[in-house]
């Protein structure tokens, strides 16, 4: 493991240990909507999004700790999209994260409802963090409002339904970048976007690191997609081929395999491009290298 | 329809205008997202939710269009739990309102997500409350956290949850009242708590409309459940005997008829006790009332 993904792991175990702490006890009644909430959203992963949150508000000059309510708020979002995808009536996966997704141990009623209770006390965390000190509450409002937004039916949702609609259709590139930049983007763009605009970073600085997000949100996608043909199940931790077994349009597939790697390349020079004209970005100009050659 | 039922029709149709602006339109993309959720959320309805905002804003001296985008967030939290509650895995419903419930018209994966993008939607609109002049951001962000707290996994969705997990099953009077309390009660709660503290009425007011809350949230249930026997399925627009259909727990079945009435008797005379000790309070003793001897 290299000095990146042992720093990745140090920034995921604070994540980790903040979550459990925002999220409610298992044992407050109604007990097992609290154990589906906990099931999923203590599950693992890498925690890209919470740790973007933080290194944002970081290059920017706040100390991360100052924005761990925030970025919960927003991994428990991200939770909530994976277990409502999972259900039958969408995507219908079992496995998640190497263990049976939340329908397939609580039931399809309580992992609906585990998901709107995290959406939920998602919001409830992020304006937790107007009680941190140096935090300006008309800056917790703009978050909550930028997260709803890009979380909505014009961002993250309105990706998953296009992405619904047209699983098994033939689709043009445009279509395909509307559901990645949507799907995955938005909720991205939105974490690195929450951690400079808490750190009070100018509206300059807030478009740049806008953009940023965009590339990196298409660069996790074609990757994503990548390993969903060629990756290691162990590593992954849920059967490759879903993409094909449910239809799915991805890059490799409306592309191929050649132009997406092109694409990714593409991508990559430009979101480093981006980034560099910070000092201290080292962290964000390291997290291409590693979302590129990620295999998990 | 008496004077009382005017005031509240004028006043549902002030809200039905601004949820019609606060609500994405129908030709933004995706166009099939938004069909669904202004389909739901501009059904009709008794605007009731929104109208407590609005007069408990009102009664701490506050112009009730001044809460207007609160008000309008938590009907869009109130119709997102609808859609969510008639979906096929929670209680399959195919009527509301009078017209097919939304997974009847759009399917059940898009019925999933327009709730999904209702309750994300909801959380932006009242960040937006900010904007108005004479609001303070801080009153915004206690009105976010309150109302996430009230509609998660302690609130609305708890008292959802063991609706679903005891539908069928014998249960005692303590878990019938955990249900009704926190599924109809906690909203009602938070959107009169909402419309009072963006008032900026005291801690000791708040805890008074807070109690009144609590009666009028168990007093509408009690009628909403003897209306599912004895009601008028063209007033209701929703055929009668669906709890008995479904196998829900029921004040009437628990407690039989006459003990029910009983009790929503009580309920009523401490509500009027309670909110009586503020000036102008007229329309939450006539509330009372019309709850009481609603017929729909």
Redesign the interface.
């Known amino acids: 493991m290299d000095e990146f993904e042992k720093l990745l792991n140090q920034r995921a175990k604070i994540v980790d240990a903040a979550l459990d702490f925002y999220l409610?006890r298992e044992s407050?009644?109604?007990e097992?909507?609290?154990r589906a909430?906990r099931y999923s959203a203590l599950a693992g992963g890498k925690r890209l999004r919470p740790v973007m949150v933080m290194e944002s508000a970081k290059l920017f000059g706040l100390p991360f700790e100052k924005v761990l309510p925030t970025a919960c708020g927003i991994e428990m979002i991200h939770t909530?999209s994976l277990i409502?995808d999972d259900?039958p009536?969408?995507d219908n996966d079992d496995y998640r994260r190497g263990k049976p997704t939340c329908h397939k141990v609580f039931g399809?009623?309580?992992a609906?409802?585990?998901?709107?209770?995290l959406?939920?006390?998602?919001?409830?965390v992020i304006?937790?963090n107007?009680r941190i000190d140096g935090i300006s509450?008309?800056a917790?409002?703009?978050v909550?409002?930028r997260v709803?937004?890009e979380?909505?039916?014009?961002g993250m949702?309105?990706g998953?339904?296009?992405d619904?609609?047209t699983t098994g259709m033939s689709i043009d590139k445009e279509t395909l970048l509307?559901i990645d930049r949507h799907k995955t983007g938005c909720l991205i763009c939105a974490s690195l976007w929450a951690g400079a605009r808490l750190a009070e970073a100018s509206k300059q600085d807030l478009n740049v690191i806008n953009k940023y997000g965009e590339k990196i949100g298409l660069i996790f996608q074609i990757v994503d997609d990548i390993l969903d043909i060629k990756g290691d199940e162990k590593l992954l931790g849920k059967p490759i081929g879903s993409d094909a077994k449910n239809k799915k349009n991805t890059f490799p597939s409306l592309l191929g395999f050649q132009e997406s790697l092109e694409m990714l390349e593409c991508l990559c020079k430009e979101a480093k491009g981006l980034i560099s004209e910070f000092d201290g970005s080292d962290f964000f100009m390291n997290l291409v290298d590693y979302l590129k050659s990620r295999r998990y």
Chains 1, 2 share one sequence.
Do not use: N, R, W
């Open positions: 409610p407050d009644y109604p097992k909507i609290h909430m909530y409502h259900l009536v969408m399809d009623a309580v609906l409802l585990a998901g709107d209770a959406l939920t006390h998602a919001f409830s304006s937790k107007s509450p008309l917790v409002i703009e909550i409002e709803a937004c979380a909505g039916s014009k949702v309105g998953q339904t296009v619904i609609e509307y």
